[in-house]
């Protein structure tokens, strides 16, 4: 990884943890997330005319990955309903990176060095380690950490889908561009079919927050999404979820969160396995 590519994907991170933030803040997560993602195509759709269309090859990988985005949304807006975000979310992006890891010799027939391979366990291990806490260990935790790795997995699924088929595509940005145009659309209609009664009120009350955090999710993916197709999946994959920590420290500095002692270890981490990606890749 270049280290142009780096600073890329750790603004993409940055950006990924502002709207992520916006989600938190929200009093309704399914109706901010359907809002985030119809902002997010509509930035789309007006790209489209200038981006062009992806080579057929890929349009089987933008199908699976709305499909996969879907259970995504599912298991993540079910994670947040029985557990806590503080917890759910920080385990959920500490397992993606690993998933990608793995699958991706198999998948994009990457091979990993000990250096990147070492940078991947360091900053899905600090990411994750913001989720420790006793209550892990009573027995009715145990649904949100499933909800979390289920999560997890499903991160890693999509990351893999995205970067093969942007690959494919030979034309990233188009890509993106109906990857995003699409996605929103089975989010949208579940959210309707569940808030139709108080859709326009909500859209009338969050379009602001959700027009600023479809422009980041559009910007943070679509990043991440053409340097997927451009450098080896996990140590992109793993620099994006230093977006878990971006995140704890707007917490802190915005919404009066504490940092503590466990979120300036994380930091740490994330920040030694950065520079173990850096130097070992």
């Not at 259970?71 to 990608?100: E, F």
């Not at 942007?166 to 569940?194: E, K, Q, T």
């Amino acid at each position: 990884m270049t280290l142009q590519l780096t600073l890329l994907v750790l603004l993409a991170a940055a950006m990924h943890a502002t709207w992520n933030t916006l989600i938190k803040r929200s009093h309704d997560r399914l109706a901010e997330l359907a809002i985030v993602n119809f902002f997010s195509a509509v930035g789309a759709v007006a790209a489209l005319p200038w981006v062009g269309i992806p080579d057929p090859a890929s349009w089987g990988y933008i199908v699976a990955s709305i499909i996969i985005h879907t259970g995504y949304y599912y298991l993540l807006l079910q994670a947040y309903r029985v557990g806590d975000l503080s917890h759910v979310y920080p385990l959920a992006r500490g397992v993606s990176p690993l998933v990608v890891a793995l699958l991706s010799g198999a998948i994009a027939d990457e091979a990993l060095s000990y250096g990147q391979i070492a940078g991947v366990l360091v900053i899905s291990l600090s990411v994750a380690s913001l989720a420790l806490d006793g209550r892990w260990q009573q027995r009715h935790e145990l649904k949100p950490v499933l909800y979390a790795v289920g999560t997890g997995f499903m991160i890693g699924g999509y990351t893999l889908v995205d970067g093969t088929g942007a690959r494919l595509s030979g034309n990233a940005p188009a890509y993106i561009a109906w990857l995003f145009a699409l996605d929103c659309l089975p989010l949208m209609a579940v959210a309707l079919l569940l808030r139709w009664r108080t859709a326009g009120a909500v859209l009338k009350a969050q379009w602001r927050t959700g027009a600023l955090g479809g422009a980041l999710a559009l910007g943070a993916y679509g990043t991440v999404i053409w340097a997927l197709s451009l450098g080896a999946m996990a140590p992109i994959a793993a620099l994006r979820e230093t977006s878990v920590v971006m995140a704890a420290i707007i917490g802190t500095t915005f919404l009066g969160e504490p940092f503590g002692r466990r979120r300036v270890l994380a930091a740490v981490g994330v920040a030694g396995g950065v520079i173990i990606l850096r130097v070992g890749g």
